[in-house]
């Protein structure tokens, strides 16, 4: 609520957030839809470790240290789109339906809508609009919000390093025996070119392309981890996508944002693309 508020629900952030929820929807059909995809990413787990990023917790404290203030809307945007896939469709594809009729399902997702936290921030920022409250509230839940976000980084590395230390005496951490390298190739390199393309198809600027490219960047989100829990479903492999995407975003992040801010490597791809 407090990052929205101070973003403000303008056009870019709607924007950003439609383009993260229907690039990771388009790359979840095509992989389901075309055996040779679905073989290198045989269950959700693999698929949602590979387009879910952490985009939360570390994309926005990274757009925060690396891009101007106007960008946020962008940043959050993105995040906001990604929460609302993986909160929405994560529990539905996840777990173990053993009924197949559609009212049931179609219950279980509106319930996932609604209990989604993207869902619950954006119905809160809705009700501080209907009262004309957004002016005195941005400003009072800007800090703790910030707060919340360093605080999570702490929260995320902590995290990381029991996981790390879990991995590492059940020798899984690189044992990438189950197709974890395709979610990593996936997660840290075709998912943020993807997106590239798509900003400079849409001519966006050079800071907001920036901003978009380092979100879908972003090593795989806590909450496939959570989701792999809650349901039982590929833990190991969730637990494996998270930390090696992590370690390996160290390299990949700093390297992306360096490619998109310097003209000689970009312009090439540009004339690539618009060329008749």
Do not use: H
């Not at 990413?41 to 101007?68: C, D, E, K, M």
């Not at 801010?261 to 090439?268: D, V």
């Amino acid at each position: 609520m407090g990052l929205l508020l101070k973003a403000g629900i303008n056009i870019d952030l709607i924007n950003s957030a439609f383009l993260a929820f229907i690039t990771i929807a388009f790359f979840i059909i095509i992989i389901n839809y075309l055996s040779p995809l679905k073989n290198l990413f045989p269950n959700y787990s693999l698929q949602f470790a590979g387009l879910i990023g952490n985009t939360s917790f570390l994309g926005i404290p990274i757009a925060i240290a690396l891009l101007p203030t106007d960008t946020i809307n962008f940043t959050i945007g993105f995040d906001l789109g990604t929460t609302l896939f993986s909160w929405i469709f994560g529990p539905y594809l996840l777990q173990k339906r053993k009924d197949n009729n559609f009212f049931i399902s179609l219950k279980n997702l509106l319930f996932s809508v609604l209990n989604s936290p993207a869902s619950r921030g954006i119905i809160g920022v809705l009700i501080i609009y209907l009262f004309n409250l957004e002016n005195l509230m941005k400003n009072f839940l800007w800090l703790p919000a910030r707060f919340v976000i360093y605080l999570a980084i702490i929260v995320v590395g902590a995290r990381l390093g029991i996981i790390s230390i879990n991995s590492s005496r059940n020798s899984i951490l690189f044992k990438l025996k189950e197709k974890i390298q395709y979610s990593i190739i996936l997660k840290l390199l075709i998912l943020p070119t993807f997106v590239f393309i798509i900003c400079q198809v849409l001519n966006f600027q050079l800071t907001d392309t920036t901003a978009l490219v380092l979100q879908a960047g972003t090593p795989s989100a806590i909450s496939t981890i959570l989701l792999a829990e809650a349901y039982k479903i590929q833990r190991e492999v969730a637990a494996k996508a998270l930390v090696s995407t992590t370690i390996i975003s160290i390299i990949t992040i700093p390297l992306i944002f360096l490619i998109i801010n310097t003209n000689t490597l970009i312009l090439p791809i540009k004339r690539l693309l618009f060329t008749n």
